[in-house]
Antibody, heavy 121, light 107 residues
Framework: QVQLVQSGSELKKPGASVKISCKASGYTLTDYTIDWLRQAPGQGLEWMGWINTNTGKPTYAQGFRGRFVFSVDSSVNTAFLQISSLKAEDTAVYYC??????????????WGQGTLVTVSS | DIQMTQSPSSLSASIGDTVTITCRASQNINSYLNWYQQKSGKAPNLLIFDASSLQSGVPSRFTGSGSGTEFALTINSLQPEDFATYYCQQGLSGPWTFGQGTKVEVK
C-alpha cells in the first residue's frame, strides 16, 4: 500500500538548518509529484510548493522562496525539505503529500505523518 | 490567489446529529473543491474530491455538494470518530489554498 513516511521531530536553534525526509513506499516516487505543506501550531494548512520528482525541479509558493529547498533522491524513493536560517516562526508541523491529478484538477490523497520542527533558543 | 472561507469556525454537536459546513471561494472554481478531515495530532485525510465524489473507504454519511463559489460538507448521523477539524481546498489553480478549518466538537 502507498505510504509516505517522514523523519522524526526536530528541535533546532534560531539560525540553524534542518532537513526533513519523506520516503515513499508502495509506488515509484517519480510517478507522482510531491508537495510540501506547513501547519503552524493551532493554525490551518498552508501549501509551500511542489517538486517534479522526475526532473527535480521545484516550484515554491510565495513566502517560501529563499530559505526553503525541495529536493529528491529517486534512488531511495525519498523527497527532502531543507529549511535554512531557521526562525521561531518556522515552528510548525511539515507535511509531504502526494498530489493526484484528476483531469483538470486534483487532490492530496496520501500524506506523510508530519514532522514537527521546533525552533527555540 | 483564490481565497477560501469556511463557516462556521467551530460548532458543537451531538452523536446522531446532522452537521453542515460551508466553504466559499473568492472566485468560480467549478467543482474543483476537496474536503479533508484532520484529527488531533494526525495528518489530514481526504474525504471528498471534486466537490461531491466520495474518496474510497470514506463512510457514506459524508456528502459534498456545490459548485462555482459555494460548497458544503454534510455529515449525517454524526459518529464519535467524526469529531475533528475539517478543511476545504480549491483545486482550480495554484497556489492550492485551504479554508481556515471548522472544528466539530462534542456538545
Amino acid at each position: 500500500q502507498v505510504q509516505l513516511v517522514q523523519s522524526g521531530s526536530e528541535l533546532k536553534k534560531p539560525g540553524a538548518s534542518v532537513k526533513i525526509s519523506c520516503k515513499a513506499s508502495g509506488y515509484t516516487l517519480t510517478d507522482y509529484t510531491i508537495d510540501w505543506l506547513r501547519q503552524a501550531p493551532g493554525q490551518g494548512l498552508e501549501w509551500m510548493g511542489w517538486i517534479n520528482t522526475n526532473t527535480g525541479k521545484p516550484t515554491y509558493a510565495q513566502g517560501f522562496r529563499g530559505r526553503f529547498v525541495f529536493s529528491v533522491d529517486s534512488s531511495v524513493n525519498t523527497a527532502f525539505l531543507q529549511i535554512s536560517s531557521l526562525k521561531a516562526e518556522d515552528t510548525a508541523v511539515y507535511y509531504c503529500a502526494r498530489w493526484q491529478w484528476d483531469d483538470l484538477t486534483g487532490y492530496f490523497n496520501y500524506w506523510g505523518q508530519g514532522t514537527l520542527v521546533t525552533v527555540s533558543s | 490567489d483564490i481565497q477560501m472561507t469556511q463557516s462556521p469556525s467551530s460548532l458543537s454537536a451531538s452523536i446522531g446529529d446532522t452537521v453542515t459546513i460551508t466553504c466559499r471561494a473568492s472566485q468560480n472554481i467549478n467543482s474543483y473543491l476537496n474536503w479533508y478531515q484532520q484529527k488531533s495530532g494526525k495528518a489530514p485525510n481526504l474525504l471528498i474530491f471534486d466537490a461531491s465524489s466520495l474518496q474510497s473507504g470514506v463512510p457514506s454519511r459524508f456528502t459534498g455538494s456545490g459548485s462555482g463559489t459555494e460548497f458544503a460538507l454534510t455529515i449525517n448521523s454524526l459518529q464519535p470518530e467524526d469529531f475533528a477539524t475539517y478543511y476545504c481546498q480549491q483545486g482550480l489553480s495554484g497556489p492550492w489554498t485551504f479554508g481556515q478549518g471548522t472544528k466539530v466538537e462534542v456538545k
